[in-house]
């Protein structure tokens, strides 16, 4: 049976993963056998991720590109073929959110938010299922969504409509590469326990409060609440569920909410 989730032999790249739920999904991938490979933007993030991985015992190779320019990912990925080998497992993790209400974001802050977050996604997978076609491989392709795949929520439009589409987009993509033995599948994390989130997960804080009395499970997630979502949908335990988007939210989306009374 442990065999179904196991991933030695095999080759993960996480985009954006030298902080936050990037990086914990990278671990686990790691810890179940996986050869990792990682993807940042800047310098001094990757010099601190690539030490913080190594605190694990963790190898992890880190290589510098914008996700959302094709030639750069074309060259990268060549070049991680030459040194790690040909990537098995593709997790779309690199995003950005930007809080704005829609009536004073810029028409360039919305089209950032959709090139990263969905147009690169794009440009990543096909880029990696090129190179499993041609070796006759199949494949794993993991996307980031959000439950604002699902939902809106004020300040957060283009960041939803994002989302939104990628949900669309692994859809599209498990419809095209399913019948390759390509598994194209979505995790939509909830609201998490990160470095960024610190400051308002304090007592008293009212969307702390709010976060906590909106989740089923009474509590912010854990990074490592989302490897066992990250390591099934990367192994052989998935190898006929296509298309769709686990929810790691603590029921956030099973529910309308509490009761005022309650």
Known sequence: MMNLFD??????????????LGMAMA???AQAGATLVIN??????????????AEDAIQVKGYLFDVT?????IKNLDIIEKEVGPID??????GIIKRVPMTEMDVEEFRTVVDIDLVAPFIMARNVVKRLLKRNAGGKIINICS???????????AYAAAKGGLKMLT?????????YNIQVNGIGP???ATEQTAPIRVNGHPFNDFIIGRTPAGRWGDPEDLAGTTIFLASKASDFVNGQVVYVDGGILATIGKPSNE
């Open 190 to 192: 909830g609201y998490f």
């Open 40 to 53: 940042g933007h800047t310098p001094d993030k990757m010099e601190k991720a690539l030490a913080a991985y």
């Open 89 to 94: 497992i593709l997790v779309n993790n690199a």
């Open 147 to 157: 439950m604002m795949s699902e939902l809106g929520r004020d300040t957060v439009g």
């Open 171 to 179: 859809q599209n993509m498990a419809t095209e590469w399913a019948k």
């Open 7 to 20: 991933l030695n032999g095999k080759v993960a790249l996480v985009t954006g993963a030298t902080h936050g």
């Open 69 to 73: 320019k094709e030639d750069e990912v």
């Open 27 to 29: 671990k686990a991938l």
